[in-house]
Structures are given as structure tokens and as C-alpha cells.
């Protein structure tokens, strides 16, 4: 039986103990405690997580910790650390975290993504750095422009490695393994794992130690999950009436396309809440300043896309909403994901119109569970019509504490609701 509850437990360094407890971690995660012992100790490791368990911290306090322990003098243009991150807010989260842990251990840490100018990256790396946290493009660029050397890494880490492959950086991915040496320390992270990620994971990992934090299609328990039937029509002046609530502070929005996100962005500014679409289209400082302004709490809403959103970490996310459910019942998980994080507890609400009923009950197939349909509906629907196949499943699943479920607020308390438009079913 694992006994182990502190940091201290896990034989971290002080000023590693030092940073976890400024961040104001009273004790591991899961994944925590059942991956740093073995990273500690140099062994390969493949992860199935997804962001939101404390992944980051679990192979970045080890890898400082080892670099920390075996200082070396850095070479020009070399690195001993290597993490690959799919998109750049992610690798920017990275960054951050060793930032944060390494905090008094004089690491140098570099940063590498496209969509921005790489003079000062290159200019970071030009005199070596401990470690390198980059998207797989910009670091193929820096490579094949000799900005980069990888013949002195030491530990590699493939973080979001499902996403990758979604992504389509498998080939860049290869390209980067042939120039890494042979002999050194490899992490694989993954949300879930696919028959060809079994193949990347075998082509790169060697007697891997294995450790689930959650089966891969699980979604939290802590998670109150519910589904709202609505007619396309309708789905924004639904989300007006849930603004309404002042519960909802801190709220993610997930739309299937670009489009999608700034149409709802709009209207939300028009209805008089302040909210920002990111998504591949907005240049990088554009998405970095929203997601600030999020984190900051001066806006309630971030409309995003499912790739735009990958890794964004920021706590105390009080909703999370699908504006349309996503075709990938993964997907779906990853969204909801982004609420109760490291223990605590959240809200996800999915809006479903007619032409998405099957993608909800693919995703309920995945989750092993059916989603509680919300009862305190403004709007009739023909979704929620044509949804008698299904018959609502009433129950409830670990509401928040201190929230009241819509439908049972005293009166009074009632958000206040647009008024309901008639619906015919021509
Ligand atoms: P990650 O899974 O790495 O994306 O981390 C998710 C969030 O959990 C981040 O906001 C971290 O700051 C937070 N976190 C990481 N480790 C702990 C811990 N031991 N206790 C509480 N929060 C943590």
C-alpha cells in the first residue's frame, strides 16, 4: 500500500520543498506520487494523464531535481533537458512550471514556438540552456538552422503525445528522435492511448514504468456534468440566460470552428459580458493577452477551439460549457477536463440540438455513464424531443458545494431568463 502523503515523503530536495509549498501544494497528486520515486530514479515512464491531475509538476520537480544533483558546465547550443509540447500555450505552461519549481536552483530555461520572431530564442539558446521546452515545428527550424544542438540531452519528455499525433507532428516528432542520443532518460504523457500511439510509445520509451492517474476515458468524478436540449436557433440566447447567474465567473466556451468562436464572442459582448475567442487564427500575443485577462478575472468568457484550448491551465474554472458537443467523444473528456482541476470541484453543461444527439450518446458510451439532462430549461426543443430514444436519466452527480442546482433556488433567487420565444416544430 502507498503510504506516501507529503512532498516531503516523495525525498524532494528543499528548495524544491520550498517551491511546492510557495505554490500552496499541501500534498502530491496521484500522479504525483506514483511518478516522481521512479523518475527520481532514472526510469523510463509512460504516463496516461490528462492536464488538470498535476502532470507537469510530477516530471518537472524530478528532472530539476536530477539536474540540480549532477550540475555540469552548459556547452553552447545544447540542452539536457528537452520537453515537446503540441501547441504553444502549453509549452508557455511548461515553461512556467519550471520556472516556478526551479525558482532558486539558477536553472537556465529556454522557450521555443513558431508564430513569433526567434531572434531572442535563438539568443537564449546561442549559450546552452538546462532545459528547452519547445513546440516540435519551431525546434525543427531552430535544429536545421544549427541555432540548436540536441547531442547532449539527457531526459526527453513528450507531453500531450495523443494530441500530437492528432496534430500531425508525427513526422516531426521522428525527425527530432534521430537526432537525440541514443542512451537517455524518456517521458511520454497521454491522455489516451491509441493502437499508433502504442507504436510511438514503443519506438521511443524503454521498459517503461506505467502509471494511470485515470483510465483513459474517465471522466472526473468531481465533475457535475449536465446536458441542456436546445435548438440551434437558440443556443446563444441560452447562454445569455445562464449569464444571468452570477455563478457562472469563470467560464469556458467550446465551439466546433473559428467561426463559431468569434460569432459567440460577439454576442456575448453585445448581451454585456466580457469574454475573448482564441483560437489558430489570432496571433499568439492576441491569445497569450486573453488568456491573461481570463486568469486576471476581468473577463467571464473564453470562447475557444478544441486545439486553441489544448493544456490551457487555469484554476478555478467555475463552467466549463459545450456550445456544440464535439464528434470526438475524447474530446469531450479534454473539455471538461479544463473544470476541477487538482481536486476540486466543477460544472460542465453541454448544449445538444437535434443533429447532435448522436455524438451525445457516443460519449456517453465512452464515459461509462449517462449525463444528468438539466430540467430548468428556458426553450422547448425539438432536440429534446427527438431525445425520447434516450429518456433523461435523473441524478445527481457531486454538485458543487454551496450550489444550488438550477430548478431548486429559492424563488426570488431565480436567474433572470429571457423570455422564452415559442417553439413550433415545422
Ligand atoms: P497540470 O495537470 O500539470 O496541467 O496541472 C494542473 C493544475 O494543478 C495546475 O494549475 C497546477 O498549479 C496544479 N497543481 C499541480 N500540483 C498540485 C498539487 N500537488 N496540489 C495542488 N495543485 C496542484
Known amino acids: 500500500m502507498n503510504t506516501t502523503h507529503t512532498f516531503a515523503d516523495l525525498k524532494l530536495i528543499e528548495p524544491l520543498l520550498k517551491s511546492v509549498e510557495r505554490s500552496g501544494y499541501t500534498q502530491p497528486t496521484p500522479i504525483q506520487m506514483k511518478v516522481i520515486p521512479h523518475l527520481l530514479e532514472g526510469k523510463d515512464l509512460l504516463g496516461i494523464a490528462q492536464t488538470g491531475t498535476g502532470k507537469t509538476a510530477a516530471f518537472s520537480l524530478p528532472l530539476l531535481q536530477i539536474l540540480a544533483e ?16 503540441p501547441t504553444r500555450e502549453l509549452a508557455i505552461q511548461v515553461h512556467e512550471s519550471f520556472q516556478t519549481y526551479g525558482e532558486s536552483l539558477k536553472m537556465k530555461l529556454a522557450l521555443a514556438f513558431g508564430g513569433v520572431s526567434q531572434v ?20 525543427l527550424d531552430l535544429l536545421m538552422q544549427g541555432h540548436v544542438s540536441l547531442a547532449g540531452v539527457e531526459a526527453f519528455v513528450l507531453d500531450e503525445a ?54 483513459p476515458s474517465s471522466t472526473a468524478e468531481l465533475i457535475n456534468q449536465s446536458v441542456m436540449f436546445v435548438d440551434k436557433s437558440q443556443k446563444r440566447e441560452l447562454l445569455a ?15 466546433r470552428t473559428k467561426h463559431g468562436a468569434n460569432r459567440v464572442s460577439e454576442f456575448l459582448d453585445r448581451v454585456g459580458v466580457s469574454s475573448r475567442a482564441i483560437h489558430g487564427n489570432k496571433s499568439q500575443s492576441a491569445r497569450q493577452n486573453a488568456l491573461n485577462e481570463f486568469k486576471a478575472g476581468r473577463l467571464r468568457a473564453l470562447i475557444a477551439t478544441d486545439i486553441a ?25 479534454h473539455r471538461i477536463g479544463r473544470t476541477a482541476r487538482a481536486g476540486t470541484s466543477g460544472v460542465a453543461i453541454s448544449f445538444c440540438d437535434a443533429e447532435e444527439i448522436a455524438y451525445l450518446k457516443q460519449i456517453e458510451r465512452v464515459i461509462k455513464k449517462s449525463i444528468v439532462v438539466d430540467r430548468e430549461q428556458p426553450f422547448h426543443s425539438d432536440a429534446a424531443q427527438n431525445s425520447n430514444a434516450r429518456p433523461p436519466v435523473q ?20 436567474p433572470r431568463s429571457p423570455k422564452p420565444r415559442p417553439q413550433g416544430r415545422h
Do not use: C, W
Open 70 to 85: 549532477n550540475p555540469k558546465r552548459r556547452v553552447a547550443k545544447q540542452v539536457r533537458v528537452l520537453v515537446l509540447a
Open 120 to 139: 531572442p530564442q535563438v539568443h537564449t539558446l546561442s549559450s546552452g540552456a538546462d532545459v528547452l521546452v519547445a513546440t516540435p515545428g519551431r525546434l
Open 162 to 215: 495523443d494530441r500530437m499525433l492528432d496534430m500531425g507532428f508525427i513526422n516531426d516528432i521522428r525527425k527530432i528522435l534521430a537526432v537525440l542520443p541514443k542512451k537517455r532518460h524518456n517521458l511520454l504523457f497521454s491522455a489516451s492511448m491509441a493502437p499508433e500511439m502504442e507504436r510511438l510509445v514503443n519506438s521511443i520509451l524503454v521498459n517503461p514504468v506505467k502509471v494511470a492517474v485515470t483510465p
Open 241 to 255: 440566460h445562464l449569464f444571468a447567474d452570477n455563478e457562472f465567473k469563470r467560464v469556458i466556451i467550446f465551439t
Open 309 to 333: 484550448a489544448r493544456g490551457i491551465d487555469v484554476d478555478n474554472i467555475s463552467h466549463v460549457i459545450n456550445f456544440e458537443l464535439p464528434n470526438e467523444p475524447e474530446t469531450y473528456v
Open 395 to 414: 441524478q445527481n452527480s457531486g454538485r458543487p458545494r454551496g450550489q444550488q442546482p438550477r430548478g431548486q433556488q429559492p424563488r426570488g433567487q431565480q
